[in-house]
């Protein structure tokens, strides 16, 4: 087994890194120009140099660093000479740090890449959508050395991953940990806010489509069960059908729970809030940011009166999203609950994707999750008013 996982540039965390089958950290700079998968005030503070130090740490120790230029959409950019400058002037640069492998999701970059760097290792990544033999057949046949599976829809579809296995020789990798909802109709709105988000220029959005997807969790618990991450005891079942390298989020997170989510996967077994390992949110300590982020991101003059995002702000710090939460009485997934049986559903392909008439995964809910009631109410009616702020367009009145 091999894992990718996230980066937070924190270099004491390397030795324990070292100590895992940890195969590549991912990450990227929070101002390249070029956009990715996570939007800029979400990013770790990080310098060029700041970060050849990183790759040099994690070098020594035997781990490749991984950068992405994963964003979904390039706004056009990619047609004009600034851009191209800017792209050839960060692939000089990283091909300086030693830096030897690269993210991205658009077929055009793969093969610009290929044709002007063609040292670097080149990864499609999960906003590429591969999800059928035929899609992960083209981006092997384009020259993807590896590829990144759209986890968030097919990680409990086995008789599909094994003909996508069948499909294509090299690495294919799975996102372990996400808690997506399964098949979400948000995504391809959502990662292009993110690529727009962390490009250049303005760069502010509000993320309805991850506030939405977490009230919906927090409405219907079921939906954490559909959604198609992978316990850490199950990893074996994957690596019978031929997937043992497994991505592990989220970029930026405090050491100890980054290290956390790679020991469960290491030992394969993790006993307590399985919902530690997948969301990307609520960790004792909040995850550094760049000084004044929400000055820059949120309450520059043009977007938004600041009293106008205080519900929005009231909610964001309930919830322990980029804070540190102010209680512990979000739910609570119990792993141990789950039985070794739990995939066995999917793997006998029990699941219809019929959710009304399966009930599967209602009842896994209603045994293995908790929620303080009190809490629950509270949240709910928070995201309700900051739905209803966005969607009526009193916000910006």
């Known amino acids: 087994m091999k894992l990718s996982v996230a980066a937070n540039y924190d270099l004491d965390l390397v030795p324990e890194l070292a100590n895992h089958p940890v195969d590549e950290v991912y990450g990227k700079l929070p101002h390249d120009g070029l956009g ?90 999960i906003y590429a959508q591969i999800d059928t033999p035929r899609r992960a057949r083209f981006w092997h046949d384009l020259g993807a050395d590896c590829l990144t599976l759209e986890s968030f829809s097919i990680n409990r579809d086995f008789s599909r991953l094994e003909a996508i296995r069948k499909a294509v020789p090299g690495e294919l990798v799975l996102v372990a940990n996400h808690p997506c909802l399964l098949n979400c109709p948000l995504q391809p709105y959502h990662q292009n806010m993110f690529a727009h988000g962390s490009a250049d220029g303005d760069g502010f959005f509000i993320d309805y489509c991850f506030l939405n997807c977490t009230r919906r969790r927090i409405e219907e618990p079921a939906e954490i069960i559909r959604s198609a991450w992978i316990r850490p005891e199950d990893l074996h079942r994957y690596e019978r059908i031929g997937f043992t390298t497994f991505k592990l989020l989220e970029r930026g997170i405090p050491s100890e729970d980054l290290l956390k989510r790679v020991r469960a996967y290491s030992e394969r077994s993790f006993s307590g809030n399985l919902l530690e390992l997948l969301l990307p949110y609520g960790f004792r300590r909040p995850p550094r940011k760049e000084r004044f982020w929400m000055l820059r991101n949120f309450l520059r003059p043009g977007r938004v009166s600041p009293l106008k995002l205080l519900p929005l702000y009231r909610l964001i710090r309930q919830q322990g999203m980029m804070f540190a939460p102010a209680g512990e009485s979000g739910p609570r997934l119990e792993n141990q609950r789950l039985g070794l049986q739990f995939i066995d559903h999917f793997i006998e392909g029990r699941c219809t994707g019929h959710c009304q008439s399966c009930g599967y995964c209602q009842s896994v809910a209603q045994a293995t999750i908790a929620c303080d009631d009190s809490w629950r109410i509270s949240s709910l009616a928070r995201f309700q008013q900051v739905e209803q702020m966005i969607t009526s367009g009193s916000l910006w009145q």
């Not at 047609?79 to 692939?91: D, E, M, S, Y």
């Not at 830096?99 to 999701?105: F, G, K, M, N």
Request: with cysteine.
């Open 36 to 125: 990715g998968g996570r939007p800029r005030y979400m990013a770790s503070p990080l310098t060029p140099r700041r970060l050849a130090d990183y790759v040099a740490a994690l070098r020594s120790r035997g781990i490749a660093f991984n950068y992405l230029l994963n964003a979904s959409c390039l706004g056009n950019k990619e047609w004009g000479r600034k851009w191209q400058r800017r792209l050839a002037r960060l692939l000089d640069m990283l091909k300086s740090m030693g830096i030897e492998r690269l993210t991205v999701s658009t077929p055009y970059l793969l093969r610009r890449v290929k044709a002007t760097h063609p040292q670097f290792m080149v990864k499609a990544g």
